[in-house]
């Protein structure tokens, strides 16, 4: 026979858990916006958003002749992937536009949605390569057995501090899903990217 105190006792044991369950669940649901956030006031969300002064900045800008940068491309990928720039490097003068191209392949017998994610090196880099166009800002859908090559349209702004001459653009595309509708175009540079 249980005592009416044990009863007690695993009534507010289970209400504890109860609300801390609860909190858990509504704490995993907060932390979206709560990222997205913390992202924005501290910048990094900026590494997949469309740069709306890019294209100002191309517009406006003079090419520095005098100078040459060396980008390094690099691809990295988690998933049934297959990825690659189509050159490993490229020299540019500050203020050119230039375009790379990724090679993104889906090997399996089934769609795959995927989202790539740049990095720079050094990290200084990253607030003076402008992005007009990037596969990057947004998912990617490839059916089944498909292959693609994406363009990342770009400008190094000539403020490049003049001791960084070799920037690393790296990419690494992760699965995010299967089947889902394609987002994003493959070549030219429409509005809104």
Same mark, same amino acid.
Request: glycine content about 8%; some cysteine.
């Given at each position: #026979?249980?005592?009416p105190t044990d009863t007690r006792l695993k009534l507010q044991t289970l209400g504890k858990l109860s609300v801390l369950v609860l909190l858990m669940f509504g704490f995993g649901f907060a932390m979206v916006p709560l990222y997205r956030a913390i992202c924005e006031i501290?910048?990094?969300?900026?590494?997949?958003? %469309?740069? @709306?002064?890019?294209?100002?900045?191309?517009?406006?800008?003079?090419?520095?002749?005098?100078?040459?940068?060396? %980008?390094?491309?690099?691809?990295?990928?988690?998933?049934?992937?297959?990825?690659? @720039?189509?050159?490993?490097?490229?020299?540019?003068?500050?203020?050119?536009?230039?375009?790379?191209?990724?090679?993104?392949?889906?090997?399996?017998?089934?769609?795959?949605?995927?989202?790539?994610?740049?990095?720079?090196?050094?990290?200084?880099?990253?607030?003076? #390569?402008?992005?007009?166009?990037?596969?990057?800002?947004?998912?990617?859908?490839?059916?089944?057995?498909?292959?693609?090559?994406?363009?990342?349209?770009?400008?190094?702004?000539?403020?490049?501090?003049?001791?960084?001459?070799? %920037?690393?653009?790296?990419?690494?595309?992760?699965?995010?899903?299967?089947?889902?509708? @394609?987002?994003?175009?493959?070549?030219?540079?429409?509005?809104?990217?």
């Open positions: #026979m249980t005592h501290t910048g990094i969300n900026s590494l997949t958003k %469309i740069d @709306p002064a890019a294209r100002e900045l191309v517009r406006n800008t003079q090419v520095d002749t005098s100078r040459t940068v060396t %980008i390094e491309l690099d691809a990295n990928h988690y998933g049934a992937w297959q990825f690659r @720039p189509e050159k490993r490097s490229v020299q540019v003068h500050p203020g050119e536009l230039v375009t790379v191209a990724y090679e993104l392949v889906n090997g399996t017998s089934q769609d795959l949605s995927g989202q790539a994610i740049p990095s720079y090196a050094p990290a200084v880099s990253a607030q003076y #390569m402008h992005k007009v166009e990037c596969f990057c800002f947004r998912q990617q859908t490839l059916a089944a057995g498909q292959t693609r090559s994406f363009p990342v349209v770009f400008v190094i702004d000539p403020r490049l501090p003049a001791d960084v001459s070799t %920037i690393t653009l790296s990419y690494t595309f992760f699965d995010v899903g299967s089947g889902a509708a @394609p987002q994003s175009r493959a070549s030219g540079l429409a509005g809104g990217v």
